[in-house]
């Protein structure tokens, strides 16, 4: 099940994020180009969850992903050349969609894009965006695999801390 997050999760959301990281520490390969206590952390979860934004896939009682379905495109996306056009309003952005490393290979990724589709399009949404760091190879041979286009990439200055190339797509709803 996919559900908004409450306060309660929110331990498990920093987990979820921490794990990642974890596992990157772990194994030296890099999928997120994260930096712990930076981004994501568990006050970037709760900004979220104050603007009802942040949604928890749940199994059993335990959390499996999280993701922050909101309308904000960052600054450097006015550098892509999106092929769907529309009005900011218009717009969906999928930004941290992230599945526990112990869960990764279920298919839940596609569910929890799956759902961001639908919750979006229930908004009146028409399109659908995310963006991505160049170097994570599953998150760029996900969104393709799924009807995502590859609108571009373009270097951003994220959080104002690391200058890095994300991916973008684009989805039309």
């Avoid at 520490?25 to 997120?32: D, F, W």
């Amino acid at each position: 099940m996919i559900r908004a997050a409450v306060e309660a999760d929110l331990p498990k959301v920093a987990e979820i994020y921490e794990e990642i990281l974890a596992l990157e520490e772990r194994t030296g390969v890099t999928t997120t180009n994260w930096q712990r206590g930076k981004y994501p952390t568990r006050d970037d979860a709760r900004q979220a969850l104050e603007a009802g934004t942040l949604y928890v896939g749940e199994e059993g009682g335990a959390l499996w992903g999280v993701v922050n379905l909101n309308g904000i495109q960052l600054p450097e996306y006015g550098k892509i050349p999106w092929s769907i056009p529309a009005e900011r309003e218009e717009v969906g952005v999928i930004h941290t969609l992230c599945i526990h490393p112990a869960q990764s290979g279920k298919g839940y990724a596609k569910r929890m894009a799956a759902f961001c589709e639908e919750t979006a399009r229930a908004q009146g949404k028409t399109v659908i965006r995310l963006d991505t760091w160049e170097g994570n190879a599953p998150a760029n041979r996900l969104y393709p695999s799924i009807g995502y286009r590859f609108a571009g990439g373009t270097e951003f200055f994220f959080h104002g801390y690391i200058h890095e190339i994300l991916n973008c797509y684009e989805k039309k709803l």
